[in-house]
């Protein structure tokens, strides 16, 4: 069926939400069910209910939520992810981070802290402090 891109009933909470294009500006809480991409300005809360990528172009503070979240572009902020957070090489974050699993890559930049949670119990905690040497500059 062409028009199943509609059908709610169709779709999969692990299918794409949305997008918010570059040019787009957000104010606000958005709540997504599946996974979501940002390029565009965003301020407040963003939750998925899946993954949430932050584009090279996004431009953000405030709060994200989702299952992973992976930030190629800037965000201050609190991020809270319940697999993994993923920061590309052009990432800039400051703020923290919460979760079991964090990945920066080369050149990346973090300035802030980082508490990493246990998978079996999130009251289990250790935080580190983050300053990407980059972030001296």
Do not use: Y
Not at 51 to 56: A, D, R, W
Not at 91 to 99: D, K, R, S
Request: one cysteine or more; aromatic letters at 4%.
């Amino acid at each position: 069926m062409p028009w199943s891109i509609f059908d709610r009933k169709a779709q999969d909470s692990t299918e794409w939400s949305g997008f918010l294009e570059q040019g787009t500006k957000l104010e606000g809480k958005l709540d997504s069910p599946g996974t979501l991409r940002v390029d565009s300005h965003i301020v407040g809360t963003i939750s998925s209910g899946s993954n949430l990528i932050l584009g090279e172009s996004a431009r953000g503070n405030g709060e994200l939520t989702a299952n992973s979240v992976m930030i190629a572009g800037q965000f201050d902020g609190v991020i809270r992810a319940r697999t993994r957070v993923e920061l590309q090489a052009k990432a800039i974050v400051t703020g923290e981070i919460e979760t079991p699993d964090l990945l920066i890559a080369p050149g990346a930049i973090f300035d802030g802290r980082c508490h990493v949670i246990s998978r079996e119990d999130s009251t289990k905690r250790v935080t580190i402090p983050i300053r990407s040497s980059a972030a001296r500059q």
